[in-house]
């Protein structure tokens, strides 16, 4: 698996980047240390008290980083000169008699953004007193089918179904219920909350805890909340206790204090967890994410548990870790975290097609430009290639491919 490095490319909402290489800045004062075996971390002066739940940043600030701008980075933008009837005129006119025009379905929604399609469903109805969405239903079938759904429904919208889909039935889809809660904003989720019990009755914690359980539970339900800090401004002195604490929750004993990995992934700002993964991995040589394995295996390995409950343990842990380390590589690096996504669910025999559509469509108006510049290089290969080649269902390919092109030059 290639390294998962802070974002080397161009700029992403909300996520400031180093130029490549660029090692951390030292600290006056503070050389770089190593751990060997089981040494506490340096003696920093003591950071401010903090409530997790309610982060604040008082001191003297650090670096700030350009506000979020949401969708600077996606492929499908607003189409100039946009006519939602016209519009309406063409999708009618692919649909109506024998056969279905699929490319001229794809051409229209495809390059539309999902404010545009929004209009487009009223100006149908408007027009030909019928349901657009039932329409394509009827002359649409398999994946293309799901995929132009999906394009369909609002951004909130779609999380939500998603999730939905995610905990019914036999088993638990958790990578999506990471995947959506670790990567959307603060806005994005609160509105998620809304229109999730609007549409199911339920709240999303009460579904949430319907179908998972212990530590997964709880970090699900605080990123729930729609609660993370959203300044840009970076206090180092706040960067190096969370540092401190993450050790001492973690490498520096036996077992995992979870809930402290809790609170300050869910309610820390993603431009102060990107400088705490750098700072963890300057003060310890070693990366936050292997830090965690290697605190898993080590644990495992001393034999100080009973073989039954050893063997508790080790389901555990494995489910725990794996949570953690995918909420750290989303809020890390977003756009290299759906690169992986995306080629582990075109990875092998058959594809997994939901993921594949769900980031291909979510992403596509916030930071597809990067996620495939990420997969090119993470796999040396172009993300448009091998959807093309890997993908078997005609259409599917063409409608996901379709995503990628809005700008003309490919990686």
């Known amino acids: 698996m290639p390294p998962y490095p802070g974002y080397p490319g161009g700029t992403v909402p909300g996520q400031p980047t180093p130029p490549p290489g660029q090692q951390p800045v030292g600290y006056p004062g503070q050389p770089p240390a190593t751990y060997p075996g089981q040494q506490p971390m340096p003696n920093y002066p003591p950071g401010p008290a903090v409530n997790p739940s309610m982060p604040s940043y008082p001191g003297a600030a650090g670096p700030t980083v350009s506000p979020v701008t949401h969708g600077s980075r996606g492929t499908v933008t607003d189409a100039p000169g946009f006519d939602p009837l016209r519009d309406a005129e063409v999708l009618r006119k692919a649909m109506k008699g024998l056969g279905t025009d699929e490319q001229a379905i794809i051409d229209c929604l495809g390059s539309r953004s999902n404010k545009q399609r929004q209009q487009i469903i009223l100006s149908f109805k408007t027009a030909y007193g019928k349901d657009l969405i039932k329409d394509l239903k009827s002359e649409l079938s398999g994946n293309f089918e799901r995929t132009i759904l999906a394009m369909m429904k609002t951004p909130v919208m779609f999380d939500a179904y998603e999730i939905k889909e995610a905990i019914k039935g036999v088993g638990t889809d958790e990578n999506c219920l990471i995947e959506i809660l670790a990567s959307r904003s603060n806005e994005h989720i609160q509105e ?135 909420a750290i590589k989303c809020l890390k690096n977003t756009p290299a975290f759906f690169a992986e996504r995306l080629q582990k669910a075109m990875k092998g025999a058959g594809t997994k097609d939901r993921t594949l559509i769900r980031i291909m469509v979510s992403r596509s108006e916030v930071d597809l430009l990067d996620i495939r510049a990420e997969y090119k290089r993470m796999y040396g290969r172009s993300l448009y290639a091998d959807i093309t080649v890997r993908l078997g269902d005609f259409m599917f390919p063409t409608v996901t491919s379709f995503l990628l092109v809005e700008h003309e030059s490919l990686c």
């Not at 993450?246 to 992934?265: P, Q």
Request: net charge positive; charged share 30%.
């Open 192 to 326: 998620l909350n809304r229109v999730y019990k609007a549409e199911f009755k339920k709240t999303l914690e009460e579904a949430i805890k319907s179908d998972t359980s212990g530590h997964f539970q709880r970090l699900l339900i605080s990123l729930s909340q729609g609660n993370r800090d959203e300044s840009t401004n970076v206090d180092m002195s706040l960067v190096q206790k969370d540092v401190q604490e993450l050790y001492a929750a973690g490498e520096n004993r036996l077992g995992t204090d979870e809930s402290k990995f809790n609170a300050i992934l869910c309610a820390r700002s993603r431009a102060h967890l990107r400088a705490v993964f750098s700072e963890y991995q300057r003060m310890c040589n070693r990366d936050i994410e292997k830090s965690i394995c290697r605190e898993m295996s080590g644990d495992l390995e001393k034999g100080m548990l009973a073989v039954a409950v050893w063997i508790v343990q080790l389901v555990t842990y494995n489910n725990i870790f794996k949570h953690l380390k995918s």
